[in-house]
Structures are given as structure tokens and as C-alpha cells.
């Protein structure tokens, strides 16, 4: 990793990651492989900074804990990439435990359960569904009846005011970094 650690992605520990790491790496991983309108790629920190805040107004009683959870639900995805859902289920089950071992590690690390609550994980999974809708038919080019068919249609209170904006990498980066910053000194 560019902070100088040495990860091993089949026995990850939480003293191997960095958010520095997490924060660069996805900052620089395109969603949708890249095939969204602009001049840069929707990386995988703003989508996750957009996740985060959809959170917020699903569960605006939640605790900060839950909140990084939300923030870091794609975080192994700084050195394993992203992936489409169809490719996932190519490569089978090895996608999906290492998957979850590179989650429990972060969690860890920044002191979350290995493993989330299944009600946190599943409005967390709402969040995440409501932000592929907004991409969709914001920088993916897809009607938003096309988008509902994979998505479903999000509840337009939760999405009002927000709109996806395509940034440099280092400036999403910095936002993500300062976020998780944010989010953990709020812990109990």
C-alpha cells in the first residue's frame, strides 16, 4: 500500500490498514467501469460519501458507528476493485469471502463489529440501491423507469436536494478522509 504497509489479502489483519490507503484507493476506482458522463470517473469514495448521506436520512437517529459502517460499506473495494454484479457471480464464492475477510479487517480497525447487525446492513443496502438509482439516471444514462426495473424507485424526500456532481479524485479523497475523521471521533 502507499502508506508503506504490506497487506495480505487471504489473512488480512487491522493492523494493515490505513484510511489514508482506503481514502486513495477508492478515490481512484471508477463505478460503472468508468462508463458514466463527465471528465472524471464517479469513483467508489463518492459513491460511498453519497451512501453514507442517504444513510443518514433512512436512520437520521442512528449512531456515528453506523453511519462509518455505512462510509465503509464498499471499502475493501480499494484494492480489490469493483466490480458488476454479473462478474462477481462469475468468479463464484472466492469474490464474497474475501470480500468479507477484508471487511471484517477494516471493521476492526476502526473499531466496528466484524460483522454489522443485519437490520444496519439492510438499510445500509437501501442506501446503496437509492444511490444506484440516482447514478443511473444521473451519469449512467438510463431512464428513470429503466433504473427503477434494477433499483426500485426511491422515495423522493430521501433523494431532495441531492445531485451527483463528478470531482478529481484528490478532491474526493480529501472529502472522504475528512468524513471518516468526522464520523470517528463522534464514537462512543
Known amino acids: 500500500m502507499l502508506s508503506g504497509r504490506r497487506l495480505d489479502l487471504l489473512d488480512?489483519?487491522?493492523?494493515?490498514?490505513?484510511?489514508?490507503?482506503i481514502a486513495h484507493g477508492l478515490a481512484f476506482v471508477a463505478r460503472w467501469n468508468g462508463q458514466?458522463?463527465?471528465?472524471?470517473?464517479?469513483?467508489?469514495?463518492?459513491?460511498?460519501?453519497?451512501?453514507?448521506?442517504?444513510?443518514?436520512?433512512?436512520?437520521?437517529?442512528?449512531?456515528?458507528?453506523?453511519?462509518?459502517?455505512?462510509?465503509?460499506?464498499d471499502a475493501p473495494e480499494y484494492v480489490i476493485g469493483d466490480m458488476i454484479s454479473p462478474?462477481?457471480?462469475?468468479?463464484?464464492?472466492?469474490?464474497?469471502?474475501?470480500?468479507?475477510?477484508?471487511?471484517?479487517?477494516?471493521?476492526?480497525?476502526?473499531?466496528l463489529p466484524a460483522v454489522i447487525p443485519s437490520t444496519v446492513k439492510r438499510q445500509i443496502k437501501k442506501a446503496?440501491?437509492?444511490?444506484?438509482?440516482?447514478?443511473?439516471?444521473?451519469?449512467?444514462?438510463?431512464?428513470?423507469?429503466?433504473?427503477?426495473?434494477?433499483?426500485g424507485r426511491p422515495?423522493?424526500?430521501v433523494i431532495e436536494g441531492l445531485s451527483i456532481a463528478l470531482r478529481?479524485?484528490?478532491e474526493v479523497r480529501a472529502d472522504f478522509s475528512a468524513r471518516h475523521g468526522e464520523l470517528m471521533s463522534q464514537l462512543d
Request: charged content about 25%; aromatic content about 10%.
Open 12 to 21: 488480512p489483519t487491522p493492523f494493515d490498514i490505513e484510511i489514508e490507503d
Open 36 to 73: 458514466t458522463i463527465g471528465d472524471f470517473a464517479y469513483s467508489v469514495a463518492e459513491h460511498s460519501l453519497l451512501v453514507e448521506d442517504l444513510f443518514g436520512r433512512i436512520a437520521p437517529k442512528t449512531p456515528p458507528k453506523w453511519r462509518l459502517a455505512a462510509l465503509l460499506h
Open 155 to 157: 422515495d423522493r424526500t
Open 168 to 170: 478529481p479524485p484528490t
Open 87 to 111: 462478474v462477481k457471480a462469475a468468479i463464484g464464492t472466492g469474490y464474497g469471502e474475501l470480500d468479507d475477510r477484508l471487511t471484517a479487517a477494516i471493521h476492526i480497525r476502526f473499531g
Open 128 to 151: 446503496d440501491r437509492i444511490s444506484a438509482w440516482m447514478e443511473a439516471t444521473q451519469i449512467a444514462g438510463f431512464s428513470e423507469t429503466e433504473a427503477s426495473k434494477f433499483f
